[in-house]
């Protein structure tokens, strides 16, 4: 039976990463709590749209949807255009990243204490995790974020010129720099 063929192989194993919805390896008797039970030491990575708890835990989640979700979308494009996605996957690449850094910490902690641990890593998450500096603005401001295209809202030049051949790039971090 396949089922007791996997079950066997994460008894073994050391990590287990998986993207179904929240719950959905339940049936199967792949949950953290039924692969914990037979091997304490596995880290357990599940990756989902919303997380394991509240309201959207039981949606999928795709990157395009939670760009939107997150407010990415919001801060990306032309002030005068719509919306624009990242131009890659950047929801789910991120998500990996994260993963991969949450995985290696819970294997750090698992040499000190002998258990292995369950890592409930959400798209949503990451996503609102990498506006880290337009939130803070937010916060202090009390304005909502607005698409610029390619500038800064505080750094100036710190964006995309036309020029006669093509596009430049100026960015600037500070006076000296400037001058």
Known sequence: DGQATLRSLVAKADVFIENFKAGGLA???????????????????SITGFGHTGPRAHQPGYDLMVQGLSGLMSITGQPDGEPQKVGVALVDVMTGLHACIAVLAALNQRHETGRGQFIDMALLDVAVSTLANIGLNQRVTGEAPKRMGNAHPSVVPYQVFETADGHMIVAVGNDGQFA
């Not at 914990?36 to 990575?45: G, H, I, K, M, T």
């Open 27 to 45: 049936k199967y008797g792949l949950d953290y709590a039924a692969l914990s039970a037979l091997n304490p030491r596995l880290v357990y990575c």
